[in-house]
């Protein structure tokens, strides 16, 4: 039986550990060992219970916390470690070679290049390495490594059934909700969306924002927001594990996030049944058919958006067709099927690999 971990080193809660728990359920189920490297009493130990606790904190000796982790991957008997970022990445392939077995599984973020620093290369060549991608044009358009085991295409995904039973948190009775999804990158795009609320208040549309996911500087949008004239209609919520609930309480799904948290937000409001407008340029986009599946919007232009979300609130056969048709759309989707395939896939050659090493 095969035996993967994914690599968080970060004890906060975010898009990527996500990731790594849905993919850790679907391969559970079909019967492969799945853990995750994290520090232990953290948010995301304590949200991917489904999955085995392999307990680890990073100490600031890039040599010394390999060390520590190849006896972490050799006492679970790891075939692979998945990680994302270069500096993890380096990290995992000294653990993988000092362990004396396993491989090294690198995700990149959906639109993110496939950088070859001097620290990519070398950790090609410390541990067999697979690159995971998120679509296949992103296979196409790297760039050859040598060394570099080969490249899989795993594209984000979620288990629609996990919704089944969800149900909204509490509103304020008589207002509109906006769920507005965000992240740290996301600075101008969440700055022009609450300037996108300011003014459809200031036009005396009753509507309650809910702030989700983790900011760049809470107190500057904070500022902005009571600026603007939204103190007292902005919850700011942080980045729950468990979004579902305040995704469902919405009337409007709003991703400015500019990572997989973003994709992972518009995943997770399709299933849901609840209408997504998301913001051009972001990763969230390429999950979005406009005015079929969700709504396309302008960067930066507060009242054009204004003016579109009024008419889109004013149609409500409109965003009942298209939350339908994303719910439809998203219920069919065999993502997490597709991702266990390719990673089974990868675990088999890792091993078939490592007989002929």
Same mark, same amino acid.
């Given at each position: 039986?095969?035996?993967?971990?994914?690599?968080?080193?970060?004890?906060?809660?975010?898009?990527?550990?996500?990731?790594?728990?849905?993919?850790?359920?679907?391969?559970?189920?079909?019967?492969?060992?799945?853990?995750?490297?994290?520090?232990?009493?953290?948010?995301?130990?304590?949200?991917?219970?489904?999955?085995?606790?392999?307990?680890?904190?990073?100490?600031?000796?890039?040599?010394?916390?390999?060390?520590?982790?190849?006896?972490?991957?050799?006492?679970?008997?790891?075939?692979?470690?998945?990680?994302?970022?270069?500096?993890?990445?380096?990290?995992?392939?000294?653990?993988?070679?000092?362990?004396?077995?396993?491989?090294?599984?690198?995700?990149?973020?959906?639109?993110?290049?496939?950088?070859?620093?001097?620290?990519?290369?070398?950790?090609?060549?410390?541990?067999?390495?697979?690159?995971?991608?998120?679509?296949?044009?992103?296979?196409?358009?790297?760039?050859?490594?040598?060394?570099?085991?080969?490249?899989?295409?795993?594209?984000?995904?979620?288990?629609?059934?996990?919704?089944?039973?969800?149900?909204?948190?509490?509103?304020?009775?008589?207002?509109?909700?906006?769920?507005?999804?965000? !992240?740290?990158? /996301?600075?101008? $795009?969440?700055?022009?969306? *609450? @300037?996108?609320?300011? +003014?459809?208040?200031? &036009?005396?549309? =009753?509507?309650?924002?809910?702030?989700?996911?983790?900011?760049?500087?809470?107190?500057?949008?904070?500022?902005?927001?009571?600026?603007?004239?939204?103190?007292?209609?902005?919850?700011?919520?942080?980045?729950?594990?468990?979004?579902?609930?305040?995704?469902?309480?919405?009337?409007?799904?709003?991703?400015?996030?500019?990572?997989?948290?973003?994709?992972?937000?518009?995943?997770?409001?399709?299933?849901?049944?609840?209408?997504?407008?998301?913001?051009?340029?972001?990763?969230?986009?390429?999950?979005?058919?406009?005015?079929?599946?969700?709504?396309?919007?302008?960067?930066? !232009?507060?009242? /054009?958006?204004? $003016?579109?979300?009024?008419? *889109? @609130?004013?149609?409500? +056969?409109?965003?009942? &067709?298209?939350? =339908?048709?994303?719910?439809?759309?998203?219920?069919?989707?065999?993502?997490?099927?597709?991702?266990?395939?390719?990673?089974?896939?990868?675990?088999?050659?890792?091993?078939?690999?490592?007989?002929?090493?």
């Amino acid at each position: 039986m095969s035996c993967i971990a994914f690599f968080h080193p970060s004890p906060a809660w975010d898009g990527l550990a996500r990731i790594y728990l849905e993919t850790g359920r679907v391969l559970s189920a079909r019967g492969i060992t799945a853990g995750i490297v994290c520090p232990p009493a953290s948010a995301v130990a304590a949200a991917c219970a489904a999955l085995d606790l392999l307990p680890f904190e990073m100490r600031g000796s890039w040599f010394a916390d390999g060390s520590r982790l190849s006896l972490v991957l050799r006492q679970y008997g790891c075939d692979a470690l998945m990680v994302a970022g270069e500096d993890e990445h380096l990290l995992a392939a000294l653990a993988v070679r000092r362990s004396g077995r396993g491989a090294v599984l690198r995700r990149f973020g959906a639109g993110a290049a496939s950088d070859l620093t001097i620290k990519t290369r070398l950790a090609v060549r410390l541990a067999p390495t697979w690159f995971v991608h998120s679509s296949g044009t992103e296979v196409q358009a790297s760039k050859p490594l040598r060394k570099l085991r080969g490249r899989v295409v795993a594209d984000l995904a979620i288990d629609p059934a996990q919704f089944d039973r969800t149900t909204g948190a509490p509103t304020p009775i008589g207002t509109s909700t906006i769920a507005l999804v965000t !992240d740290p990158g /996301a600075i101008r $795009a969440t700055a022009a969306a *609450l @300037r996108s609320i300011a +003014a459809m208040r200031q &036009r005396g549309h =009753a509507i309650h924002t809910l702030l989700i996911g983790a900011l760049h500087d809470a107190n500057e949008v904070r500022v902005h927001a009571t600026s603007l004239g939204l103190g007292d209609a902005i919850a700011f919520l942080g980045d729950p594990v468990d979004r579902a609930p305040l995704l469902a309480a919405a009337d409007l799904v709003w991703v400015v996030a500019e990572r997989e948290d973003g994709g992972i937000a518009v995943l997770d409001a399709m299933a849901l049944g609840v209408p997504v407008m998301v913001t051009r340029g972001t990763m969230a986009e390429r999950y979005v058919q406009h005015s079929e599946t969700g709504i396309v919007t302008e960067r930066d !232009d507060a009242l /054009a958006t204004a $003016a579109l979300i009024t008419l *889109l @609130r004013a149609d409500t +056969a409109l965003m009942t &067709r298209i939350s =339908a048709e994303a719910q439809a759309a998203i219920r069919s989707r065999r993502g997490l099927s597709a991702v266990a395939d390719t990673i089974a896939a990868v675990l088999q050659n890792a091993a078939v690999a490592q007989v002929a090493a």
